[in-house]
């Protein structure tokens, strides 16, 4: 709590006692002024780079308002709006998973009671172990080819100017693939990595489009998305596994009155899972695209990359709004449609 130090001198000599906490953003100013007859108790007032709050908060003394006046940049508000955004992004994440790791303990409890559900968390855990990212490995996955800073040195300079805003302790290997298609994927975590880009996509889009899709790409893995789509996986072939076997036990029993809804929970609980892994992915690509805005400040190569990617696949420009789109189709998306993820990035560069 804020408390101003009043002078009751100053207030004699007309003179209001200002408080201000320094070097800070958005900046806050405290004053005591004399009460107006009619005034509003907030206002709001912006410029052409600032917005300002004014407050007029009541005190112990009716001649006598509290003046609480916040300043903030255009950058502040935006720059705060992402991170609300980032931290609602991860509370979504978090209820996305822990939403699975419930549904299997519930079909591990159907099977085998405390024990089922235990031995069920237990076994839904991803393997410690991924594959090394190697480039014989991409040839045989993808058919890609690792690229060099000499054969396209403007690419390793976008890649290394937005890696170092990421503060990624080392560039992800970029790998090529011939095929006249756009498209751009990420492999890996921060300590080893990769990224995908088509020779469509690197003919097809301007260097900022080719930054912001890169920065898109790279905002994955500083995430740790792939970690966290790993769990998804391994959480969703053990809701598989799980609610089989229960199905399998469930059926062989005879007289069981609860055995009809446990039986329909089990059956659903498949679809479920699926149903919460890919509101996990719409989530971590909306928070990718406004990661990928914070690592290159420009919106607009961004919008236009993604409305080139929609003309590509899709053969029509991005549609005007994204609350067009049935509720029961977005379900079952993997990715957010790309007007949702266009109508998000402008907010955020308001």
Same mark, same amino acid.
């Given at each position: 709590?804020?408390?101003?130090?009043?002078?009751?001198?100053?207030?004699?000599?007309?003179?209001?006692?200002?408080?201000?906490?320094?070097?800070?953003?958005?900046?806050?100013?405290?004053?005591?002024?004399?009460?107006?007859?009619?005034?509003?108790?907030? +206002?709001?007032? &912006?410029?052409?780079?600032?917005?300002?709050?004014?407050?007029?908060?009541?005190t112990?003394?009716?001649?006598?308002?509290?003046?609480?006046?916040?300043?903030?940049?255009?950058?502040?508000?935006?720059?705060? &709006?992402?991170?609300? +955004?980032?931290?609602?992004?991860?509370r979504?994440?978090?209820w996305?998973?822990?939403?699975?790791?419930?549904?299997?303990?519930?079909?591990?409890?159907?099977?085998?009671?405390?024990?089922?559900?235990?031995?069920?968390?237990?076994?839904?855990?991803?393997?410690?172990?991924?594959?090394?990212?190697?480039s014989?490995?991409?040839? *045989?996955?993808?058919?890609?080819?690792?690229?060099?800073?000499?054969?396209m040195?403007?690419?390793?300079?976008?890649?290394?100017?937005?890696?170092s *805003?990421? =503060?990624?302790?080392?560039?992800?290997?970029?790998?090529?693939?011939?095929?006249?298609?756009?498209?751009?994927?990420?492999?890996?975590?921060?300590?080893?990595?990769?990224?995908? !880009?088509?020779?469509?996509?690197?003919?097809?889009?301007?260097?900022?489009?080719i930054?912001?899709?890169?920065?898109?790409?790279?905002?994955?893995? =500083?995430?740790?998305?792939?970690?966290?789509?790993?769990?998804?996986?391994?959480?969703?072939?053990?809701?598989?596994?799980?609610?089989?076997?229960?199905?399998?036990s469930? +059926?062989?029993?005879n007289?069981?009155k609860?055995?009809?809804p446990?039986?329909?929970? !089990?059956?659903?609980?498949?679809?479920?899972?699926?149903? !919460?892994?890919?509101?996990?992915?719409?989530? *971590?690509?909306?928070?990718?695209?406004?990661?990928?805005?914070?690592?290159?400040?420009?919106?607009?190569?961004?919008?236009?990359?993604?409305?080139?990617?929609?003309?590509?696949?899709?053969?029509?420009?991005?549609?005007?709004?994204?609350?067009?789109?049935?509720?029961?189709? *977005?379900?079952? &998306?993997?990715?957010?449609?790309?007007?949702?993820?266009?109508?998000?990035?402008?907010?955020?560069?308001?």
């Amino acid at each position: 709590m804020f408390n101003p130090v009043v002078d009751d001198g100053a207030w004699l000599s007309g003179r209001p006692v200002q408080c201000a906490i320094p070097d800070f953003s958005p900046r806050f100013s405290f004053a005591l002024v004399a009460a107006a007859p009619y005034a509003e108790a907030r +206002q709001f007032s &912006r410029s052409s780079a600032e917005h300002a709050l004014d407050l007029y908060l009541p005190t112990d003394r009716r001649d006598v308002l509290l003046h609480c006046r916040i300043d903030a940049s255009f950058q502040d508000l935006s720059h705060l &709006r992402r991170q609300l +955004q980032h931290m609602a992004n991860y509370r979504s994440s978090v209820w996305a998973i822990g939403g699975m790791v419930l549904l299997l303990a519930v079909c591990g409890w159907i099977v085998g009671g405390a024990e089922g559900a235990h031995r069920a968390i237990a076994g839904g855990a991803p393997r410690s172990e991924s594959p090394a990212i190697s480039s014989d490995a991409m040839y *045989r996955w993808f058919g890609a080819r690792q690229l060099r800073p000499m054969d396209m040195p403007g690419l390793f300079k976008i890649l290394g100017e937005v890696c170092s *805003r990421a =503060r990624l302790a080392r560039l992800p290997d970029l790998y090529w693939v011939a095929r006249g298609d756009m498209n751009a994927y990420a492999l890996g975590h921060s300590g080893g990595s990769a990224v995908v !880009l088509t020779e469509g996509l690197l003919r097809g889009m301007t260097r900022d489009e080719i930054a912001g899709i890169l920065a898109h790409e790279v905002a994955h893995i =500083r995430n740790n998305d792939a970690w966290a789509m790993g769990w998804v996986a391994a959480l969703h072939r053990a809701i598989e596994w799980t609610s089989s076997s229960g199905l399998a036990s469930l +059926q062989t029993r005879n007289g069981s009155k609860t055995a009809g809804p446990l039986l329909a929970l !089990l059956s659903a609980a498949p679809a479920l899972g699926h149903l !919460l892994g890919m509101a996990l992915s719409r989530i *971590r690509e909306l928070d990718a695209d406004a990661t990928a805005l914070e690592l290159t400040g420009d919106s607009q190569g961004l919008i236009a990359a993604l409305d080139k990617l929609e003309r590509h696949h899709n053969g029509a420009p991005v549609p005007a709004c994204a609350s067009c789109e049935d509720g029961s189709a *977005r379900l079952l &998306r993997s990715h957010p449609a790309t007007a949702e993820r266009v109508d998000s990035l402008r907010a955020f560069s308001r």
